[in-house]
Nanobody, 126 residues
């Protein structure tokens, strides 16, 4: 498995923007479906967005549609989450995760992700 390292989190005012990055390192020649998850205190970890291996399919949870955009650069082994119009409700630890290379479609089942980053804190002040 590749190591996944998130970056780009921080403190931002409501209405602001952040761009999260998830870089994969290690020995791999495969491309994986990727997802961004988040977990706030007292809440279950939820899938925020996901992208297929070839970027042909994307998924967004209803609460972020129109505000967040997932993208990837396979040459750089990096997945991004552009977050605009941030709300205090977006405050959480954000995790990137990789599924398996044999999945050709966007993966929306948490159990199908088996490689996780450590997470990056996003705090949105009001």
């Amino acid at each position: 498995q590749s190591r996944l390292v998130e970056s780009g989190g921080g403190l931002v005012q409501a209405g602001g923007s952040l761009r999260l990055s998830c870089a994969a390192s290690g020995l791999t020649s495969s491309i994986y479906p990727m997802g961004w998850f988040r977990q706030a205190p007292g809440k279950e970890r939820e899938l925020v967005s996901a992208i297929s291996s070839n970027s042909g399919g994307t998924y967004y949870t209803d609460s972020v549609k129109g505000r967040f955009t997932i993208s990837r650069d396979n040459a750089k082994k990096t997945v991004y989450l552009q977050m605009n119009s941030l709300k205090p409700e977006d405050t959480a630890v954000y995790y990137c995760a990789a599924s398996r290379p044999y999945f050709t479609r966007v993966v929306t089942t948490t159990a199908d992700y088996d490689n996780w980053g450590r997470g990056t804190q996003v705090t949105v002040s009001s």
